[in-house]
């Protein structure tokens, strides 16, 4: 079993963030917390926002991008050093101080977070150098340590070679060293295993986790893999046409979801018991172009439970049971096995 977060108070706050581009809005009014040591998934379609979202929270938002809106990556308690900062809104720090201090990416592409023409360890050492003031030495043999802690076989060796001479997975290990090694207090990843083959994925899921946890760092993890979320997850945010459809703790939310979207998403996924034959219910349609979003719920031309009002009311996300909250006029109207909806709606069509 996976820890519980340890510490339930807040650490990153967005709020009510809106990103839009030439080509029409990607983040519509988006709110969530992240809290300290926790991983929070990030999930949805294709389109949904989720990387516009993961980038502009750490202050890295596109280029062409114009943001409205506050992120806050708190303070630690007094004394420790930490101060409040906002990452976007009007007194907005120059977020790149943060960068690989405070908060870390971890790209889908590891290449691009590694540079072609420096050794790997030199990268790593320059990363503490720049954050810490040790000696040249010292930084070399924390480079080393770092990419011993992220299983790389022969790490003083490795740490002389550039990244070129690294397998895939040996890459994408050194940018988790990379991202951890000064001890961040929030990771981001997004999609940082969809390079890797089914095997090493899982290995390095479980690695990202582990570091993040000793540094004591929170994970937002972006991904498309909904396994992942229930394995390694502690809530979830479900987002939609940019905004949120559902958020809560992972094991309430996959076990009894609240919005339509969420039970279309999960009953995707391959059923714990034998569906005897039936084939596997899936989302008919697909998601709205973002410059010509209904007026009401975006994914009311989908789902099988919208009425009028969700045509023409956009459903503000409300909070339900403890830490749940949703996006949805008709929650309350999900039946028990949501599943069902979704395999009559696609036999229908
Ligand atoms: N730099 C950009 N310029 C213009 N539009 C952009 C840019 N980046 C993203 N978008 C648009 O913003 C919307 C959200 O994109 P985003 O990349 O966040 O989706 P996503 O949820 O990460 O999807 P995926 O699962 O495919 O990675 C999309 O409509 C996309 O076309
Ligand atoms: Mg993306």
Known sequence: ?????????????????????????????????VRRGEVLAVVGESGAGKSVTARTALGMAPRGASVAGGVTLHGRPPGTGTAAVELVGKDRAAPAALWGRRVALVPQDALSALSPVHPVGDQLAAAVRSVRGVSRGRARKL??????????????RMARAHPHAFSGGMRQRAVIAMATINEPELVVADEPTTALDRERRAQILDLLIARCRAAGAALVLVTHDLEVVRGHADRVLVMYAGRQAESGPVAQVFARPHAPYTAGLLASLPPTEPLAGRRLPAIPGTPPALDALPPGCAFAPRCPLATERCRTELPEPEQTYGDRTVSCHRWRELPASPAELFLEKASAM
């Open 1 to 33: 079993m996976k820890p519980e977060a340890s510490l339930p108070d807040v650490l990153l706050s967005v709020r009510d963030l809106r990103v839009a581009f030439d080509s029409g809005p990607a983040v519509r009014g988006l709110s969530f917390d």
């Open 143 to 156: 480079a080393v340590t770092a990419l011993e802690q992220v299983g790389i076989a022969d790490a003083a």
